[in-house]
């Protein structure tokens, strides 16, 4: 996770991004360290080890709070780099982060990916696919930040089957990252089936969590613009498994839906709401989940 330093609205993701708002309190920063501190500390209390480096001043990079997008870590040892859309995004991308790591964990190659930048293709990370790890699944919502020949190209280094589809919010835009509208767990899926408009895709995406003996619970378009598809299935270091979420996403599920997901671990929340509301990204877009090898 990394620990904001200037936080604030990116001019450069808006456009596609509806979820963030423009918001010119000057306390914008403070008030995001605080959510973060306070969302790392709640992190460690339930037993998750919990790596955070300290963002930069220089460059300026308002939206580093969200590093899945830029970075994935995978059980094999390999470390995949994404190309991103915004230039002022690119700059998140640090050596330095992964050299940090590699003191703990065992790094075998990184697959650098940002080349596609070049020809205007990206793949933004665990945001634009939402990765069923166990089952070697991407799911992946193809918009201007995710475009199919990065995911295929990323699909064929890893062994993962692509399962791509359209999904747009109820004003018919394109939503700009699957990990909003979708949050797979071993034994659950939480997903917003109506903005899958088309319903072939529809039908794909519920044969596969079917076939991967998946609950489906599904949310509504509101309780996606509250980011309840944005959660993470961690495991703490005593391996109790938990689900990560922010106050926003846990508060927006109904009585019977928290039921649902409490079968399959603890949920795990705290507020972030400067950071949704500015930021556009809720609790799983701030966690780059390391699956990295442990150094003997």
């Known amino acids: 996770m990394i620990r904001p330093v200037s936080f604030g609205f990116n001019e450069q993701t808006a456009g596609s991004n509806a979820f963030q708002n423009r918001d010119d309190n000057s306390n914008v920063q403070a008030e995001a360290l605080k959510e973060f501190d306070g969302f790392v500390n709640t992190l460690r209390n339930n037993g998750i080890n919990v790596t955070v480096i300290d963002d930069t001043k220089e460059p300026h990079t308002p939206d580093s709070i969200f590093p899945n997008n830029w970075v994935s870590f995978h059980a094999d040892g390999n470390i995949f780099l994404y190309p991103m859309q915004a230039e002022n995004r690119r700059l998140e991308r640090r050596e330095d982060i992964i050299n940090q790591l590699e ?89 917003c089936l109506d903005s899958i408009t088309d319903q072939a895709e529809q039908d794909e995406v519920l044969a596969s969590f079917k076939a991967t003996g998946k609950e489906v619970i599904n949310i509504s378009f509101d309780q996606m613009n509250h980011f309840a ?68």
């Open 103 to 191: 003191d703990n964990f065992t790094v075998h190659r990184i697959e650098d990916l940002s080349r596609f930048e070049i020809e205007g293709k990206y793949l933004e990370g665990t945001g634009s696919m939402v990765l069923d790890r166990e089952n070697k699944i991407a799911y992946a919502s193809i918009s201007p930040r995710t475009n199919k020949d990065v995911l295929a190209g990323f699909c064929r280094q890893t062994g993962y089957q692509p399962i791509t589809f359209s999904a747009f919010d109820e004003n018919g835009q394109a939503i700009y990252h699957t990990n909003v509208l979708m949050g797979i767990g071993s034994k659950f899926a939480v997903v």
């Open 229 to 296: 598809g944005n959660l993470l299935e961690v495991k703490s270091i005593g391996g109790e498994t938990l689900i990560v979420m922010s106050q926003t996403a846990y508060n927006s599920f109904m009585e019977k839906q928290k039921t649902a997901l409490s079968k399959y671990g603890k949920l795990v929340y705290a507020d972030i709401s400067t950071i949704e509301r500015v930021g556009g990204g809720s609790a799983r877009c701030m966690m780059a989940e390391v699956h990295l090898p442990i150094s003997s």
